[in-house]
């Protein structure tokens, strides 16, 4: 049962303009979600996240959305850049009291075109 | 600041041999701790969860198994592997108490079972 789904496994965007990559979830009972990127052979870094009290949080080039009732997020990068290039999860918390599990997505591979 | 590290950073084992992947975080303490999981072309996958000594929540049943002997210290261990546990293998740390805050990863551990 996947709770966190990215339906869209790669995404080619060029330099300059903007790229979203969307998340969709099923458990209502997540209510923080948070965005990594992932270099090959590498951990994940953390690159925004946003809480379910809020619909968009910016951080610089980066926004994440927030749909709650379409139980949907996304990720806008702008503008992209080649270094932008790998590969973004998204993941989902919360749920009762001591439910500490971060469960993600299974990736869209961004390619920032020059 | 705090630090995560993981070792041996690639491993080559036959199959049927024995597994243990170690991790360690510094620089906090009581932290949440997680074991997850990339095998090739899926995304990650949360094979183990900490909140204490001792304490640890199985979300995958399989051959592996986890064990933290240490407050800061988080093993990963299997008895016989097999060729499905080829991935990459990823520990992470939270703040203990919180499930809306960063995942910090280590740099993985490449597990190749031929």
């Known amino acids: 049962d996947q709770q966190v789904k990215q339906n869209s496994p790669s995404l080619s965007v060029q330099e300059g303009r903007i790229s979203i990559l969307n998340c969709d979830y099923t458990?209502?009972?997540?209510?923080?979600f948070l965005w990594y990127k992932k270099y090959p052979a590498e951990g994940p870094t953390f690159l925004i996240s946003?809480?379910?009290?809020?619909d968009k949080n910016e951080d610089g080039r980066f926004t994440v959305f927030l749909n709650k009732s379409a139980k949907h997020l996304s990720l806008h990068i702008v503008p992209s850049q080649p270094g932008d290039s790998a590969v973004y999860f998204c993941a989902a918390s919360g749920g009762p009291s001591g439910t500490y599990k971060y469960i993600f997505g299974t990736g869209t591979r961004l390619k920032v075109l020059a | 600041s705090q630090t995560i590290h993981q070792w041996p950073a690639t491993l080559v084992q036959p199959v049927g041999s024995p597994l243990s992947l170690e991790c360690t975080v510094e620089?906090?303490?009581?932290?949440?701790l997680y074991w997850y999981r990339q095998a090739a072309g899926r995304g990650l996958q949360l094979l183990f969860y900490?909140?204490?000594?001792?304490?640890i929540s199985s979300e995958v049943p399989q051959n592996l198994s986890a064990s933290r002997p240490q407050d800061r210290q988080f093993i990963l261990s299997s008895k016989k592997l097999l060729l499905s546990d080829s991935g990459f293998y990823l520990c992470?740390?939270?703040?203990?108490?919180?499930?809306?805050?960063?995942?910090?990863f280590g740099e993985g551990s490449r597990l190749t079972v031929l």
């Open positions: 458990n209502s009972m997540f209510d923080y």
């Open positions: 992470a740390w939270s703040v203990k108490g919180r499930y809306t805050g960063e995942l910090f």
């Open positions: 620089g906090t303490s009581n932290p949440n």
């Open positions: 900490s909140v204490g000594i001792g304490q």
């Open positions: 946003i809480s379910s009290i809020k």
